[in-house]
């Protein structure tokens, strides 16, 4: 891997030498997770991937009182490998696996040395088809040419590149975005794992991932993460035909929100836990989800209402939702509702309670 660009090296180098010159009661106030981050970066040969802990550590364990008690905690959080990391778990990269981080940290020289590692990586998968090769010289021709071959390796390891189907993919990954390539790439692999590269409506769903794209990084990240929730929950899996369609069903809903596709699937998994979406309207319920401008108020307020009325179909659950019913408290029953009032009153509760319908 491309070594740590000089200017990032000295980020780290400065906090190791400003947490050395402390005082040991100083030291106390100090992040534990970071401190042996630090001590595990002088040891290693894989500066990147030490460098990428190091930023998420900080960003993920460091307390503001910290920083302001501690003036290189302070500095640290203003210098570019932080953001740069921040910029990767926006994107949905992890520990394991984030090739955005690895580009945007490495000598800032041109090309040349990243590219140079891209091909050797190449030769070290074996490829030997000629056309895939040639979309490696292809995207020379874009800005970006380092995130598309980012992108391109990482389709290249999951077999991605072969014949008309690797042209279609290799065509998706040419959007706009110093990162966006390789996020789109990683999108396309959990497409593959769920079957959905595949079939009648393969290049449909390509299309509105390099769509999406458009949107921001920070989205097609929540779309990552979202595709990731999903699969660990068992509602993003392509073994068997059955399982392949509610794939496709998972994903049309998480891409159809704007905003919030990670809500979107985890509300989608909250209802699978209640047997919602195996129904015959669980279909109209993703809708009602997808649709809605929070998806998780739209799924706690079905859940609320199908725990008070099992017989609710969907269409009362679209009205329901619809109004925008708040959810931080509990749904009143029937019986409840019935007897609802103010102290100056009765008065019309239909904003807190089940409608008549």
Not at 56 to 62: E, K, M, P
Not at 92 to 107: L, N, Q, R, S
Not at 111 to 134: C, H, K, S
Not at 140 to 163: F, K, P, R, T, W
Request: glycine share 6%.
């Amino acid at each position: 891997m491309p070594r740590l660009s000089r200017l990032h090296q000295n980020s780290i180098a400065t906090l190791i030498r400003d947490y050395n010159s402390l005082p040991g009661y100083l030291k106390w106030f100090f992040p534990a997770e970071l401190e042996i981050a630090l001590h595990a970066h002088q040891a290693t040969t894989h500066e990147v991937n030490s460098a990428w802990n190091i930023g998420n550590i900080f960003i993920n364990h460091t307390w503001f009182f910290q920083r302001w008690f501690l003036s290189c905690l302070d500095t640290f959080a203003q210098s570019a490998l932080v953001r740069r990391c921040a910029l990767s778990l926006r994107a949905g990269e992890t520990e394991a696996h984030h090739p955005a981080f690895d580009v945007a940290v490495t000598p800032a020289e041109g090309p040349g040395p990243l590219t140079t590692y891209f091909e050797n990586a190449i030769m070290r998968q074996n490829l030997r088809d000629p056309v895939a090769q040639g979309y490696y010289h292809t995207a020379g021709n874009y800005a970006n040419v380092d995130s598309i071959h980012a992108g391109l390796y990482e389709l290249n390891g999951a077999g991605l590149l072969v014949g008309d189907a690797g042209k279609a993919n290799f065509e998706t990954l040419l959007v706009e975005g110093q990162f966006t390539p390789m996020t789109v790439a990683t999108c396309l692999v959990a497409l593959n794992e769920a079957g959905l590269l595949s079939g009648e409506n393969a290049q449909t769903n390509r299309d509105l991932i390099k769509r999406r794209s458009s949107l921001s990084l920070e989205y097609l990240g929540s779309v990552i993460n979202a595709l990731r929730e999903l699969k660990y929950a068992g509602l993003f899996s392509g073994e068997t035909p059955q399982s392949k369609a509610i794939a496709q069903a998972n994903f049309n809903a998480v891409l159809q929100h704007d905003e919030a596709p990670l809500a979107v699937a985890r509300s989608l998994i909250q209802l699978s836990d209640a047997g919602l979406l195996t129904q015959n309207e669980g279909q109209e319920i993703r809708d009602i989800v997808s649709s809605h401008q929070d998806p998780t108020v739209a799924a706690h307020t079905i859940l609320a209402l199908q725990e008070s009325d099992s017989t609710t179909g969907p269409s009362k659950l679209r009205i329901y939702t619809q109004r925008k019913v708040p959810t931080l408290f509990p749904l009143p029953t029937a019986r409840e509702e019935s007897g609802l009032k103010y102290e100056q009153g009765e008065r019309n509760t239909s904003s807190i309670a089940t409608p008549q319908l």
